[in-house]
């Protein structure tokens, strides 16, 4: 480390940044750190910088050097490109797909292969069978979709296919293998592989009635194809679309993998595939804000799930599927892309055309800053893993899952998401066991493995918080070793539907429950709750108050007799260990409104009743998202600070610079230097009874705490 050159001491400019929260930057040589790697691969656990240029194929008389010169400038080391399906790049011998007449005679997949790897830039070349060129789709009807009406569907002048037609089932096969023994490509992404759902515009034209479809499901069942939701046959429909989906993944990712080992495939889901694709941005027109931590939900459903497989969340450049010409907000596109890398997961970004060739420029001087930023720090984005005590078991979909979301951002909490699919299985990065607390997160407990892995961690010693009402689901299709017992529920008495005008009763006694705010004995309640029965071992917290009188305000009261003795909370001793049960979908009321009580309540069950602790004591702006991640080498660790201070709802602005930001920490092994990476300042700590203690001078739109080991 250099130390502040004493000329800059005698202009006073270090005491004056000091009193602006800035200091002197200091050089630092990155590439003398030793990562190790995670696996031996290229790919995962790895830095990768990807861009994805979705390529209208009117480009393809471009050139290439230009097209690859903006890949390079942009840090990129990853391309995905348009290459066969709906448009062949290339110049394929097989006449069921459409040759790009853009190109002419060209090897135009050929040139930006060969270009690309002169430059050290990975290929992924993106293939989608979803669609045809009127010109193939007219010869063979029997591969296409048939809506409800018997009509196919087209648009802007493409015919959708279905998956159990002969064209996905067998010529997609011919069509990668030409590609893969054409092209050293190294890897292979699926684009709309399944089921044909809306068009761009929205309009869903039903259940496929095709020929391949009937015979399929008839074969599979014995039923006749429903043709709508409302069809008694339904529940055994998407069960046949599971399992044909499935099907047909494998036998194109084994396909692929027989033609090409060394190809890494790269789709939506996890059958066979080493990056699983997610998306931040993208979607159809809507109002209303965006959700601002739907890059880490993507990212850490994977990292928390899948040792195996690495989360490529794709940063979509485009405003919405009808304006894909323009950017999206930039500090929100930006606030995504920082989740991605300050999680330790890829970047990835897709522009609709090419970065030479977008007419809406905001976005592309911060995706280069950010590019260049984790390429210029490509070790601290090698082989390293979360540092976290709490494993938040949940899907990604529901609102359940972004309340959670949302309050450990907020609250600085240190956590793992991990899929409900996922436990008991051999892909987990970490068992349950090695988590301080495990939260369920309003997941249904009709899975055995989930069931059993659940009840085990408890009997262990662990520590359980189970939210919301769907672990009472199917509880009786899981084992008989986790019961509601298990949380102290001796039974169910009814369900109480979620209402307006339900409260909480909190009394007295309950305050030692809260965290934080205290001052009210009245809590809102507006969700599905469980009326439940309790063992004898366990204890109720806060009271089911239903509907009552709210209007006009003459009327609006409720008499003590009306407060039930259901309870809101359930704390129990069970074996070793501890469960706290809210028997109320308490994450989605949060992410609807979050509402201080229903923070002080979860926190107040994670702290008080549970006794666990926040593993970093800050002062921190609940703006920041903090995120804490260690080298598996042993070399360092350290913390990423996202600034989401500019998030205004509809309209993202720029972060507000926040001083001055204290953190007190328990580094996993001794610190000789801490250093912040994004201001390139080294930081004075203290150490005691090896906790480390610093205070960061300004966070910008990000930083990270770089803690290197003795
Ligand atoms: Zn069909």
Redesign the pocket.
Known sequence: MKTIPNILILLGVSLSGAVLGQTAKTDFDYTAIQPGSYDGTWWNRTPIRLIQTNFPAVYASMAVDDYVDALVDASANTVLFNTGGIVANYQTKLDFQYRNPHMGERDFVGELIEHVHEKDIKYIARFDFSKLHPSIADKHPEWL??GTYGQNQTFNGLVST????AYYQEHSLDILKEAIETYPLDGIFFNMMGYTGATYSGEYHGI???G??KRRFKESTGLDLPTSNDDSHISEYRRFQQETSRELYTKVTDFIKATNPNLIIYNYNDVGTSWIASESGGTPLRNGPEYIYNATNNVKQVLGSYKDVSPVNLTMGFLAIGYRNIMNNPNLLRGWMLENMLHGAPLGFVVVGTLNHYEDRVFLPKVKELYTFHKTHEPLFTNVQSVSNIALIQDRGGEDARGMIRLASEEHLMYDIINPSQIGGTRLPRQLEDYELVILNNVAMTDKELATAVSDYVKKGGKLLVLGSAVANGIEKGTGTFSLETLGVASVVDVFPKAQATYLKVSPTDQQLLSQSKEFSLMMMNARFLQCELTPGAKGYLRLLPTNLYGPAEVTWYEESQITQYPGVVYNDSGEGKTVFIPWDIGAEYEQRGNYAHRSLLLGTIKNLLSVDNTVETDMSPTIELTRLANRNGQFEWMGMINHSGFLGNSVREPITITNTSLKFKPLKPVKQVRLVNAETDVAFKEVDGWIECTIPRIADFEMLLCLYE
Do not use: A, K
């Open positions: 979709y048939v279905c998956i159990n037609g496929c009635q095709c391949s479809c």
